[in-house]
C-alpha cells in the first residue's frame, strides 16, 4: 500500500523567504509522484510532477521538488515567497504501471507574511 | 471552456434527501474520478471509471451510487443523506491510454455539500 506523509500540517514564510514543504511517502513499487495546489474555495491545480525521469523536477510558479529515493522524501521549494503563493498544498502518490488511484497526503496551508 | 466543470457548486440539504452531482468533462480523458474532502482538507478517492467502466470503488457505503453515462461525464447519486457526507467533493479527470499513466488529475471546482 502506498501513503504520504506530509509534515507541517500549517507552515508560515515572510514573503521573500525561501519555501520548504515536506513530503515522505512509502510505496513498495517506483512511485509517481505529484504536488499539487489548492487555492480557497477552488479544486487542486497541478505544480509538477516526479515520474523516473530527472530527480529534480521544475514546476510552476518558480516551484520545484527533488526526488531523493534513499530518504523516500520529496519536498517542495520555492527560494522566495510570494503573497500569491499563500493556498494549501497537498503531496501524493501514483504507481508507475498503470493504478489509477493517486493517494494524497493531508495538506500543508501555507501562509505568506507581508 | 471549463475544462472539468461540476455542478451544483454548493448544495444544502435535510438529513434524508438525496441529492446528485453532475460533473463533466472536455479535455477528451477517458478516466473519471470522485474524490471526497473532509472539513480537515483530507482528500479521498471514492471512485473511478475508465471508459464507463468502474475500476475503482473505495469502500464507500452503498448509498452512493456512481453513473457514467458516457466517458466525459461522471455523476454522483447519494441517497439518505447523513450528516457525516458533509463535505466538498471534487470531480477529477486524467488520460489513461495512449503510453506510460503519469496519473496527473485535472480537477473540478468542487461541489460543497452541506447536510443539516
Known amino acids: 500500500a502506498q501513503s504520504v506523509t506530509q509534515l507541517g500540517s500549517h507552515v508560515s514564510v515572510s514573503e521573500g523567504a525561501l519555501v520548504l514543504l515536506r513530503c515522505n511517502y512509502s510505496?513498495?513499487?517506483?512511485?509517481?509522484l505529484f504536488w499539487y495546489v489548492q487555492y480557497p474555495n477552488q479544486g487542486l491545480q497541478l505544480l509538477l510532477k516526479?515520474?523516473?525521469?530527472?530527480?529534480l523536477v521544475k514546476g510552476i510558479n518558480g516551484f520545484e521538488a527533488e526526488f531523493k529515493k534513499s530518504e523516500t522524501s520529496f519536498h517542495l521549494t520555492k527560494p522566495s515567497a510570494h503573497m500569491s503563493d499563500a493556498a494549501e498544498y497537498f503531496c501524493?502518490?501514483?504507481?508507475?504501471?498503470?493504478?489509477?488511484?493517486?493517494?494524497f497526503g493531508k495538506g500543508t496551508k501555507l501562509t505568506v507574511n507581508p | 471552456d471549463t475544462a472539468v466543470s461540476q455542478t451544483p457548486k454548493y448544495l444544502v440539504t435535510q438529513m434524508g434527501n438525496d441529492k446528485s452531482i453532475k460533473c463533466e468533462q472536455n479535455l477528451g480523458h477517458d478516466t473519471m474520478y470522485w474524490y471526497k474532502q473532509d472539513s480537515k482538507k483530507f482528500l479521498k478517492i471514492m471512485f473511478s471509471?475508465?471508459?464507463?467502466?468502474?475500476?475503482i470503488n473505495e469502500t464507500v457505503p452503498n448509498r452512493f451510487s456512481p453513473k457514467s453515462p458516457d466517458k466525459a461525464h461522471l455523476n454522483l447519486h447519494i441517497n439518505s443523506l447523513e450528516l457525516g457526507d458533509s463535505a466538498v467533493y471534487f470531480c477529477?479527470?486524467?488520460?489513461?491510454?495512449?503510453?506510460?499513466?503519469?496519473?496527473?488529475?485535472?480537477f473540478g471546482e468542487g461541489s460543497r455539500l452541506t447536510v443539516l
Open positions: 516526479y515520474t523516473s525521469a530527472a530527480t
Open positions: 477529477a479527470s486524467s488520460h489513461r491510454g495512449g503510453g506510460a499513466n503519469t496519473g496527473e488529475l485535472f
Open positions: 501524493a502518490v501514483g504507481t508507475q504501471g498503470g493504478s489509477e488511484k493517486l493517494v
Open positions: 510505496s513498495s513499487v517506483p512511485p509517481y
Open positions: 471509471y475508465n471508459n464507463k467502466e468502474l475500476i
